[in-house]
């Protein structure tokens, strides 16, 4: 399924759309406009718990069960723009919760192969996108702090929950040249938003910003 097949869900969504890519300060015309479209098509209220419906288009992070969030909107759309999230792309999440950071991605065109930690919640996922007709998701239950080797090398690794530190195999399942991961290191102390760029057989680490997100189990 490509972007083209994902229409924007309502005018109400669009304006949240621009409303989060502006917060995240996207720079790149294109990349704004392919986030924006992104996040138009696919209504966050569909990711969220029943009673945080109402919330669903704030710009906070929201319980979606079993001791985990769904990230910040403006925050997902950052790290979104740091891997230069394009249609085509190959891109692996780690700690997908209720899968909206994978929904987005793969409403750009992107495929995504998703991990999430928590069975419980890697099954209300993968039914969840299933009903939603997401394609181009792959989901499963694990560890992904080891990665996804099946299907690499990818164009991006997107991790969506905080570690102390990456494991070189996870790192090594970037495509090289050109491949990106960003990631949140730390500990609920503190945590740095950190990306990599694979380029001339290495990899190069910029720690960027403070963030906030549910550490790795």
Known sequence: ???????IASQGWLRYAEMVVERAGVLDDDT??????AFAAVPRDSFVDPG????AKDDDALPIGYGQTI???STVARMLALI?????????EIGCGSGYCSAVMAAAGADVFAVEVVGLLAQKTRRLLDQLNFQNILIRRGDGRKGWIEHAPYDAIVISAA???VEPELVAQLKNPGGRMVAPIGNTRGQILSLWEAKGGGVTLYQLEPCNFVEGQ
């Open 1 to 7: 399924m490509v972007l083209s097949q994902r229409k």
């Open 32 to 37: 704004a406009e392919l986030l924006v479209k």
């Open 52 to 55: 945080f419906v109402p919330r």
């Open 71 to 73: 990230s910040k909107p």
């Open 84 to 92: 230069g999230l394009r249609p085509g792309m190959r891109v692996l």
């Open 163 to 165: 570690f102390g530190a």
